[in-house]
């Protein structure tokens, strides 16, 4: 503890890059989870669950937080838009501080802050139908200038927010019961939405479902961010998709930032030892890119008692490669988050040391921009599409449909027909692949659910 | 097909040399609602030492297939046809199974779905060995690690107490555990989620089986620890050359860890072949829309393919190819006809865009698609 470990706030609002605007900015946050036990339940230590963060967050770009499941990234989301006490530190929302707000003034605050939540499941009411779920922000929010007391105009504006995520208007009266994972978690996109908020924190949005709704779900909060002039903050665990919808990212381990940049940068060029180690271990579903692994030994230690100086040092591969007295640093001094260049921050004291070569294979570097064959075919379909196809015949996407009730006599009808699509049955229908569905305000007709179904097998 | 089986085995030169070679394997659950067809004719084989992935996402039936090989289901209500239950089956089970080949799966030369539950008690845990996904579920909390490792020793090998705990502090070491003699009397929930996988694999491989099915076995861990854990099954297979079945909706750990891929959709093989040829030059339409899905590198600023619509509903499976409703290039006979993948010409994908029509010697689209797999 012999240096101040972070730099002051000062940065996040004079060095606005490119002039970009600073929305959120962060500084010395910390959140601790305090613990109680012994006969007296008297407070015996705190988990340091967030400590000591700084960092902002630009208008209309997607930050990324990427980290380990228990280094704190929710907790920090959690934190940001009030639903978690803060321990100190403070943050501000365009200039208007988060934390000293109170009362009446704290409630309209909240309206500019939303999060979407990762389980679908969890996170919805399933004793609320659609309208409620969704209307009950608007309900809370409701004041003589927008009419959301009213339930017309709330009832309206509900179906507004289905219609944008991709549902059908009509699905209000339903439960969540009667939705798939996929549609769930566009009901709790919708349901951030619906506020107008400026700052959505996703936290793992994508998480719990499968690859092909991921994308679904991908595509989505981009088009959204686009059309309502969001930012995101976005959690996940997942480095390839972070790397796929974030603008910059921040890494953290055990509770502190310890690495932050732009996307492309972090990873091709990571710095911090724990961001090569994490992104040499994500596996690359292309089996030519061939990683150099760097395994780290053991698991993350106890937020209760961190490590002493630099947290990482305990798992630290590039402190074995120092000498005695320099890696006697990382266990002394906790090391400044300091900008190496371009916005680029590591909290490393040994930054300058990481071998090049190292990163290099660990990143796989030499594979860069490498498009699989499989993705090169799409864009040459795609490319070939964009000139001969009508915008009409794309196929109408069917989103996440429930399966039709099980027990129905005929089989559910598949609402993309193939036959309209392409006229000769030998010539199968251009694809564009790329572009798809979810326009918002395109809905697909579903085939009508009139009682729960499985959207698994019941085994 | 009444034939028994060694002779079958025999007969096939695949079959012969494989470790694993199960066949038509149809498990249906007979279930308040209906049928369900969770795994319908699936045919594969694991040669001894070899890696098998199988992909697919959520109900696609992965697990359901590594369950039947381990005969873990009840029946009723499961129901896999084979020779010896023919009479036994519910008749809309049977109904549903029309003349389908009793299923098979020979593993060295013996049909595991003929064997008395006896035997199959000692193939499970002794030939075959299973790690599942959740390292929290599948150890029992009241019992230590030591207790439930020597449990399945003792079963299977006439080791005294002691010397089944030996074994047991061996094979924890052998996984890397530090400190094993301490780690052996403790509790599951003394440990974190990698130490608890590391403790079943030491489980799993605490009998020496030649074969070790591993279904999801890093899904519920971090990367860095599912970085540990894949290394660890990789150096297992060096050391003991078990050959290992890989269950896993991860194409990531599939292209890392496994040299032949088996892709499976509501139920069925959609697509087989070598890691290299299924994730870089995909046939079926289903396996493109998987690997395009996935967020790469070199998808950045560009929109993320989607497969349309869900996977079908168990109960209703659509006529004709399982994946027409979702297909972008549906045609002619696909949502009338069923393709099989071994009328499939080379028989790896069950498409008809690679099978030959009826009458008709050339699939009809093979030479089209092959033009846009060249760019590799």
Not at chain 2, 260 to 268: K, S, T
Not at chain 2, 303 to 315: A, E, H
Request: negative net charge; contains cysteine.
């Amino acid at each position: 503890m012999t240096a101040e470990p972070m730099e002051p706030s000062a940065p996040a609002t004079s060095a606005g890059r490119d002039g970009a605007e600073v929305l959120l900015s962060v500084s010395n946050l910390k959140t601790y989870y305090p613990i109680f036990g012994g006969m007296l339940r008297r407070k015996l230590g705190d988990v340091k669950a967030v400590d000591d963060v700084s960092f902002e967050v630009y208008r209309g770009e997607v930050f990324g937080l990427v980290g380990e499941s228990g280094c704190g990234k929710s907790t920090l989301g959690k934190t940001l838009i009030r639903l978690q006490p803060e321990t100190a530190g403070s943050a501000a929302l365009a200039g208007e501080d988060i934390f000293s707000k109170r009362g009446a003034d704290l409630k309209r605050f909240r309206r500019r802050m939303q999060i979407i939540f990762q389980d679908p499941v969890g996170s919805l009411n399933p004793r609320m139908p659609i309208s409620d779920i969704i209307g009950e922000g608007l309900v809370a929010q409701a004041s003589k200038d927008n009419g959301w007391g009213d339930r017309k105009v709330r009832d309206k504006r509900v179906a507004d927010y289905l219609e944008a995520v991709g549902l059908r208007r009509d699905y209000t009266r339903r439960y969540p019961h009667e939705f798939s994972g996929g549609q769930r978690q566009r009901i709790g996109i919708a349901r951030a939405l619906a506020l107008d908020p400026e700052f959505i924190v996703c936290d793992e949005p994508v998480s719990a479902l499968d690859v092909s709704i991921q994308s679904q779900i991908l595509n989505l909060l981009l088009d959204l961010r686009r059309e309502f002039n969001l930012t995101y903050l976005f959690i996940a665990h997942n480095l390839s998709v972070v790397q796929y919808i974030a603008d910059r990212v921040g890494v953290m381990y055990l509770g502190s930032l310890v690495e932050l940049a732009d996307v492309d940068e972090l990873y091709s060029r990571p710095r911090h030892p724990y961001t090569i180690a994490l992104l040499s271990a994500v596996p690359d579903a292309d089996p030519r890119v061939r990683k150099k692994r760097i395994v780290l030994q053991g698991d993350v230690p106890s937020p209760a008692a961190p490590p002493s100086g630099c947290r990482f040092h305990t798992r630290c591969w590039l402190r074995e490669r120092l000498d005695a007295d320099s890696a006697e640093r990382c266990t002394t001094e906790i090391p400044v988050f300091r900008d190496t260049g371009a916005g680029h921050r590591v909290a490393c004291h040994w930054v300058e040391e990481v071998p090049e070569d190292i990163v290099a294979q660990a990143v796989a570097r030499d594979a860069e921009d490498l498009l699989r064959p499989v993705e090169k075919a799409l864009h040459d379909r795609e490319a070939a599409a964009s000139g001969a196809a009508p915008p009409a015949a794309r196929p109408a996407m069917d989103i996440g449909a429930v399966p039709a009730s099980p027990l129905a006599p005929t089989p559910p009808e598949h609402p993309q027909d193939v036959g309209q699509v392409g006229g000769d049955p030998l010539v199968p229908p251009t694809r564009t692949g790329l572009e798809h569905m979810e326009t918002p305000g395109e809905t697909a007709d579903m085939p009508t659910v009139e009682q729960p179904a499985p959207e698994r097998p019941p085994f | 097909m009444t034939a028994p089986a060694p002779a079958t085995a025999a007969d096939d030169p695949v079959a012969s040399e494989a470790l694993l070679d199960v066949r038509d394997l149809r498990t249906y659950f007979k279930v308040m609602d209906g049928v369900v067809r969770a795994v319908d004719g699936v045919s594969f084989s694991v040669a001894p030492g070899e890696t098998l992935g199988i992909v697919g996402e959520s109900g696609c039936g992965k697990s359901v297939t590594a369950l039947s090989i381990m005969r873990l289901h009840d029946t009723p209500p499961t129901w896999t046809p084979t020779d010896a239950n023919a009479e036994r089956i519910p008749e809309d089970v049977r109904t549903l199974l029309g003349d389908a080949p009793p299923s098979r799966v020979m593993f060295e030369g013996r049909d595991l779905l003929a064997l008395s539950e006896d035997e199959m008690r000692q193939v499970r845990g002794n030939d075959i060995a299973m790690i599942f996904q959740e390292p929290m579920t599948s150890l029992n909390p009241v019992f230590t690690v030591g207790e439930q490792i020597t449990e399945a020793v003792m079963l299977h090998t006439k080791a005294s107490k002691k010397d089944a705990l030996d074994k047991a502090v061996d094979s924890l070491r052998a996984v890397g555990i530090n400190n094993p003699e301490r780690r052996v009397k403790q509790y599951p929930h003394e440990m974190s989620g990698g130490m608890r996988q590391r403790v079943m694999i030491a489980m799993a491989l605490s009998c020496d089986p030649k074969l070790l099915i591993a279904d999801e076995p890093t899904t519920a861990l971090d990367v860095t620890i599912q970085a540990q854990i894949l290394e660890l099954i990789r150096e297992i297979q060096d050391r003991t050359g078990a050959a290992l079945m890989l269950i896993t909706h991860d194409l990531g750990v599939v292209a890392e860890t496994v040299h032949d891929v088996v892709v499976m959709y509501a139920g069925r093989v959609v697509e087989t072949g070598t890691v290299d040829d299924v994730l870089l030059t995909p046939k079926h339409p289903y396996t493109e829309g998987l690997l395009t899905s996935i967020p790469s590198r070199g998808m950045r600023g560009q929109r993320l393919n989607v497969i349309k619509g869900t996977v079908p509903n168990p109960f209703n499976m659509p006529t004709g190819c399982n994946f027409a409703p979702r297909c972008p290039y549906v045609f002619g006979p696909c949502t009338d006809h069923d393709p099989r993948i071994e009328d499939a010409d080379p028989a790896d994908v069950a498409c008809w865009q690679y099978t030959p029509a009826p009458g008709s010697a050339i699939p009809p689209r093979a030479h089209l698609r092959r033009s846009s797999e060249v760019s590799a």
